[in-house]
């Protein structure tokens, strides 16, 4: 029996906030349902102040639309989101799209001064070790650094940084992120064993992302940088629109099939009106261990063109070598174990372009951001 929109609104409808007396579907709580073969996911926008005790409520929501004949499983998550209640929905627009995600939700972290996005249009180009790099790299410079590692599905921070255990919630409500290297950083890797699958439809990745945003004691930094997961879906979107990003980096390899994905991620950046601060040629070249012969396995030169061609910055190329593989996989980045080699000199210009390119639009003023609570 297939499951019909209707049927999860008219659920919904029947769950009381207990606060105002009035339904969640009428408050404008319901916000990003989507149902597909029997699965249903949506999440529940609260006010900041309220979250700790609506548990309850998302746990209601939850159980009523559990209760109808061939829904197989049902996912719901708070979200919180700065000032009062949800603003009255215009009909039932409110549960099918992405109302909410206003100019007014484009807030800052508290204390982060600049995030960016290192971002690829697929997976497999090396996104991951680079955003480690750059991170670290900033680090070194004496600013205060913290890595997100966004790709709820396949988080690789905690294994490139060296970093193990669960963080610590002195408060119970607000999580502590774990630090080496001179990097603070939070990642779903923290939360889960290594080897679990996340099996999360996209309110739930929205939820998470928001979380690990504004639900850690990030402190004052000067910088985030934020690893994206592969390609333009749900997280690249959830960053665009919930947080003021100050610009993203594209990581390409030189392969045609590549450039052709990094295309697609630098126009989506450009479509949500994040800037897009340049791109990175990874795996640029090899250079043979034994005789120094520089090879162009993927082709080389490619990112630099398409760069030029779209008309943004090229910001450096990084070979494939097996030393930079090493240190990742070891939680050693080479920027930090081998400080003086070409490799680290590589990634530390392209941190340097990066911080040059941010740090101009530190000085005007930004707004303090939302506090929502950990559930």
């Avoid at 890797?189 to 996340?198: I, Q, R, S």
């Avoid at 639900?215 to 940088?225: F, P, R, S, T």
């Avoid at 950046?269 to 791109?279: A, D, N, S, T």
Wanted: one cysteine or more; a neutral charge; charged letters at 20%.
């Amino acid at each position: 029996m297939s499951v019909a929109q209707a049927q999860i609104l008219e659920a919904l409808k029947k769950i009381v906030d207990p606060d105002t007396g009035k339904d969640i579907l009428t408050l404008g709580m319901v916000q990003g349902l989507v149902v597909r073969d029997g699965h249903v996911g949506f999440s529940l926008e609260v006010d900041p102040a309220r979250g700790p005790k609506l548990e309850p409520l998302r746990k209601a929501a939850e159980q009523a639309v559990e209760k109808i004949p061939g829904v197989l499983s049902v996912t719901a998550v708070l979200t919180a989101q700065k000032g009062g209640a949800p603003a009255t929905p215009k009909g039932h627009g409110h549960a099918h799209g992405q109302q909410g995600q206003s100019a007014g939700a484009k807030q800052l972290v508290p204390g982060v001064k600049a995030i960016v996005a290192v971002a690829s249009g697929k997976g497999g180009v090396g996104k991951s070790t680079t955003a480690t790099n750059i991170a670290v790299a900033l680090a070194q410079k004496g600013l205060k650094v913290g890595l997100l590692d966004a790709d709820v599905y396949g988080p690789s921070q905690p294994r490139m940084l060296g970093l193990s255990g669960r963080p610590d919630s002195p408060d119970g409500k607000i999580l502590a992120p774990m630090s080496n290297h001179g990097v603070a950083c939070m990642s779903m890797g923290f939360l889960v064993p290594e080897d679990t699958p996340m099996i999360w439809r996209g309110p739930m990745v929205m939820g998470a992302l928001e979380q690990m945003l504004r639900d850690v004691a990030w402190g004052e930094l000067d910088i985030m940088i934020v690893d994206m997961p592969p390609g333009t879906g749900d997280a690249q979107l959830t960053m665009a629109q919930r947080v003021p990003l100050a610009g993203a980096v594209i990581v390409s390899t030189p392969q045609d099939i590549a450039l052709l994905d990094a295309r697609k991620g630098l126009n989506m950046f450009r479509k949500v009106e994040v800037p897009v601060l340049g791109i990175v040629e990874n795996m640029s070249y090899h250079v043979c261990s034994n005789c120094g012969h520089r090879e162009h396995i993927f082709g080389h030169g490619g990112a630099h063109a398409e760069a030029d061609k779209l008309g943004v910055p090229f910001l450096g190329e990084v070979p494939l070598h097996i030393a930079i593989r090493e240190t990742s996989d070891g939680g050693t980045p080479i920027v930090a174990s081998q400080p003086d080699s070409a490799h680290a000199a590589a990634y530390r210009a392209i941190a340097d372009q990066v911080w040059a390119k941010v740090e101009p639009g530190l000085k005007s003023s930004r707004p303090a951001g939302p506090r929502i609570v950990v559930q």
